[in-house]
């Protein structure tokens, strides 16, 4: 991908001390709340602070951060709502009950208002949003037939105007956005632990 930024040759100590500091924040709300409920030999936060520091390698153009229960993914989802402008493009990448959809309805939820019910768009494919500066276009293409589909579903008004949330973007074949941040989904070692990667943020952080 054309936009990917290979931090073992462009970061220096700050600049990757700084995506830390980001990543570290993303996981405060959960951090914050271990801390007024501990809980011995299991603490969350402790567990997502210690998942950093296997990841300080600067070799690495992608940050982790493990959730390990649905509301920290919200928590961290909220976060990154905060860091959203109009033209972005997510794709929402991960096995199927990741944890793609969870994520995206609490970050829409943050820009629109709690009260938004966002179903997820099996059938549909995209549903839209109106936050208060831009639309939220959510995609999930896995029951998309043929790529070429993607452009009657409007994702070139989405990536023009709009905030673009796609789960599944494997389905749009080689009609990929010309720029886009991706976020990965993974199971982790536990029923609720997810490993949640971001790659290709530095640009959009520093
Ligand atoms: N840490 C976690 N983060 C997110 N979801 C979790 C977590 N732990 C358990 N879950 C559960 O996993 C499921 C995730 O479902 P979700 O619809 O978000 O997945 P998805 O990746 O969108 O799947 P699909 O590809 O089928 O659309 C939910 O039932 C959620 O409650
Ligand atoms: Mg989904």
Same mark, same amino acid.
């Given at each position: 991908?054309?936009?990917?930024v290979d931090?073992?040759?462009k970061?220096?100590?700050?600049?990757?001390? &700084?995506?830390l500091?980001?990543l570290?924040?993303l996981?405060?709300?959960?951090l914050a709340k271990?801390?007024?409920?501990?809980?011995p030999g299991?603490?969350p936060?402790?567990?997502?602070a210690?998942?950093f520091?296997p990841?300080q390698?600067?070799k690495?153009?992608?940050?982790e951060?493990?959730?390990?229960?649905p509301e920290e993914?919200?928590?961290?989802a909220?976060r990154?709502?905060?860091l959203?402008r109009?033209?972005?493009?997510i794709?929402l990448?991960?096995?199927?009950?990741s944890?793609?959809?969870?994520f995206a309805?609490?970050?829409i939820?943050a820009?629109?208002?709690?009260?938004?019910e966002?179903?997820s768009p099996?059938?549909?494919?995209?549903?839209?949003?109106?936050?208060?500066?831009?639309?939220?276009?959510h995609f999930d293409?896995? &029951?998309?037939?043929?790529p070429e589909e993607?452009?009657?579903?409007?994702?070139?008004?989405?990536?023009?105007?709009?905030?673009?949330?796609?789960?599944w973007?494997? &389905?749009?074949?080689?009609?990929?956005?010309?720029?886009?941040?991706?976020?990965?989904?993974?199971?982790?070692?536990?029923?609720?632990? &997810?490993?949640?990667?971001f790659?290709?943020?530095k640009?959009r952080l520093?």
């Amino acid at each position: 991908m054309e936009n990917v930024v290979d931090m073992s040759r462009k970061a220096d100590d700050g600049v990757f001390s &700084r995506l830390l500091r980001l990543l570290q924040s993303l996981a405060m709300p959960v951090l914050a709340k271990a801390r007024n409920h501990p809980s011995p030999g299991s603490s969350p936060g402790l567990k997502i602070a210690r998942s950093f520091a296997p990841k300080q390698s600067r070799k690495l153009n992608f940050c982790e951060v493990k959730s390990q229960k649905p509301e920290e993914t919200a928590a961290i989802a909220r976060r990154v709502a905060s860091l959203l402008r109009s033209g972005d493009v997510i794709l929402l990448k991960g096995d199927l009950g990741s944890g793609k959809s969870t994520f995206a309805r609490a970050l829409i939820q943050a820009l629109c208002g709690e009260e938004t019910e966002v179903p997820s768009p099996t059938f549909t494919l995209v549903q839209t949003y109106d936050a208060p500066h831009f639309v939220v276009w959510h995609f999930d293409l896995y &029951r998309l037939q043929h790529p070429e589909e993607i452009y009657e579903l409007g994702i070139e008004e989405a990536s023009l105007n709009g905030v673009s949330l796609i789960e599944w973007p494997e &389905r749009m074949g080689v009609i990929m956005p010309r720029s886009s941040l991706e976020i990965e989904f993974s199971y982790g070692s536990y029923e609720n632990e &997810r490993i949640i990667r971001f790659t290709d943020w530095k640009d959009r952080l520093f």
